[in-house]
């Protein structure tokens, strides 16, 4: 009922899911310092999200820009092109 009232009068409340993934500090600086990073270049900030199957933190900027952040800080771009 995500925090609606219950027929019965009674309210429910929401719950935070049991199991948060926590960001490591290399993590948490690295994702602050990819986010300035990218409104420095005037790409607006859509998205900043930790995937809960690998950890990662996800950034969506600009149109389709992507940026990855692994538990030890290092980033990484998947839509990338291999060359230029």
């Given at each position: 009922m995500n925090g609606s009232a219950a027929i019965d009068g009674s309210s429910t409340v929401m719950t935070a899911p049991s199991r948060l993934v926590q960001m490591t500090p290399e993590q948490a600086v690295a994702a602050l310092t990819a986010c300035v990073n990218l409104t420095a270049?005037?790409?607006?900030?859509?998205?900043v999200r930790i995937d809960e199957r690998t950890g990662k933190v996800f950034i969506l900027a600009?149109?389709?820009?992507?940026?990855?952040?692994?538990?030890n800080g290092e980033l990484e771009y998947p839509n990338e092109p291999d060359e230029f």
């Open positions: 270049m005037y790409l607006p900030i859509y998205l600009g149109d389709d820009f992507q940026v990855l952040v692994d538990r």
